[in-house]
């Protein structure tokens, strides 16, 4: 009991600094002060190392050994490995949900459009970057394969957080906001190598926003 108790409140512990993490409270060089955060969470501290320990393999944390924790900063080579992967699996993702959708993915994709759309008209860009992600997410969902949709929750969850960071560091343009139209049309037509051919554009174009705005044209 005391240990299964112990795993949920590791658990917990882990999502709760995990948002704070992606959403900049806790902005990239913050330090990690274990005792505080066992008595805000009302955990020990077996459960919040687990969770820090997590947050160190998810590549969010540096841990310090009898020194400190830190949130990690993103440098070239964590974005370039996130885009490789992205590019490795979302555009297979996207073939794959074109061939399997049914239905009411079709209904869902309509609404995720609008609500997409929507987003581009906020002045901040914290709506559009939540239904950016959950786009991703259920494109993957539609894929009907539970281990890509298990990794593509990861990879959105950091690509979330290196975004939040970008927009921080330079605020929001309108053109920044790159269109995911093509991607739906051919979902929704049912063109997977349309589909395809539209996801590793829509990610290309961001990989290389992402990389002129932390480190100038050509990374």
Not at 110 to 134: I, K, N, Y
């Amino acid at each position: 009991m005391r240990a299964t108790r112990d795993a949920t409140l590791a658990q917990q512990a882990y999502l709760r600094l995990k948002e704070r993490i992606v959403s900049l409270a806790l902005p990239p060089g913050s330090t990690i002060h274990e005792a505080e955060l066992q008595q805000e969470f009302g955990v020990g501290r077996t459960p919040l190392r687990d969770a820090l320990q997590r947050l160190a393999h998810d590549g969010m944390l540096r841990i310090y050994p009898r020194r400190a924790i830190v949130v990690a900063k993103l440098g070239l080579s964590e974005i370039r490995e996130l885009f490789e992967v992205r590019l490795a699996l979302e555009p297979a993702a996207a073939a794959l949900a074109a061939e399997r959708m049914t239905k009411p993915d079709h209904e869902a994709l309509r609404a995720l459009r609008v609500e997409l759309r929507d987003s581009r008209t906020r002045p901040d860009a914290t709506q559009f970057l939540r239904a950016d992600q959950v786009f991703h997410r259920a494109v993957a969902d539609f894929a009907q394969n539970a281990l890509l949709a298990e990794y593509m929750d990861h990879i959105q969850t950091l690509n979330l957080w290196m975004w939040n960071t970008y927009f921080e560091t330079h605020g929001v343009r309108r053109h920044d906001l790159f269109a995911h139209e093509p991607i739906v049309e051919a979902l929704l037509n049912g063109d997977a190598a349309g589909a395809e051919a539209a996801m590793r554009e829509h990610i290309a174009r961001s990989n290389e926003q992402l990389l002129a705005g932390f480190f100038g044209a050509g990374g």
